[in-house]
């Protein structure tokens, strides 16, 4: 059974890069589709993007000039890096695997716990 | 890109049946999918494929999708079920994932 693990630093400071790790364990990086979500304090999910490992990746506009994703096969972990950070960047940081069926991405399972991640001025 | 809209709360006593919408533009051809999301919790799937339950799911948990609009219904409402509840779809114009607003579920 996979399951996803999120770590990082919990507080990062305004203007900086924020970089967080998701490790997943009882499954393999390869040949699956990864996915990161943030969540603004009582706000709903949002979408921050897509990578298949060893190929495509896909962002949300609003954050598409600020983030990068990679993997390490090895380690089987992924990482998500969102550069000049503001307190708009402060969130519960999702990972989750998305699953393809009949030839596209349809839904998210599982899902990572989540880590909260706060931008301080 | 593809906009779903959810209502921001559904309030329903115990014992009875909510109904939480989403809607989107012609939605019916699309796959929609549900989440649950518990205070203080991770997403959980509950609902895939309009209407396919994830095992261990109960059977109360059920869904529909047509037109212009899709519907998770929770019969047999428990306390437990008070939660935020999320619906979403894969945008294949855009190649993006898209969640609905979220729904909170009030159990009175």
């Known amino acids: 059974q996979v399951q996803l693990q999120e770590s990082g630093p919990g507080l990062v400071r305004s203007s900086e890069t924020l970089s967080l790790t998701c490790t997943i364990s009882g499954g393999s990086i390869n040949n699956n589709y990864w996915t990161w979500i943030r969540q603004s304090p009582g706000k709903g999910l949002e979408w921050i993007g897509t990578?298949?490992?060893?190929?495509?990746?896909s962002f949300s506009p609003s954050l598409k000039s600020r983030v990068t994703f990679s993997a390490d096969s090895p380690k089987n972990e992924l990482s998500l890096k969102l550069t000049s950070v503001t307190a708009a960047d402060t969130a519960v940081y999702y990972c989750a695997r998305l699953r393809w069926y009949s030839g596209r991405p349809n839904w998210l399972d599982p899902w990572g716990q989540g880590t909260l991640v706060t931008v301080s001025s | 890109s593809y906009v779903l809209t959810q209502p921001p709360s559904v309030s329903v006593a115990p014992g009875k049946t909510a109904k939480i919408t989403c809607g989107g533009d012609?939605?019916?051809?699309?796959?929609v999918h549900w989440y649950q999301q518990k205070p203080g919790q991770a997403p959980v799937l509950i609902i895939y494929?309009?209407?396919d339950r994830p095992a261990g799911i109960p059977e109360r948990f059920s869904g529909s999708n047509s037109g212009n609009t899709a519907t998770l219904t929770i019969s047999r409402v428990e306390a437990g079920d008070e939660a935020d509840y999320h619906c979403q779809v894969w945008d294949s114009g855009s190649e993006h994932v898209v969640f609905g607003g979220g729904t909170k579920l009030t159990v009175l």
């Open positions: 494929f309009d209407t």
């Open positions: 990578m298949y490992y060893g190929g495509s990746t």
């Open positions: 012609n939605i019916g051809s699309e796959s």
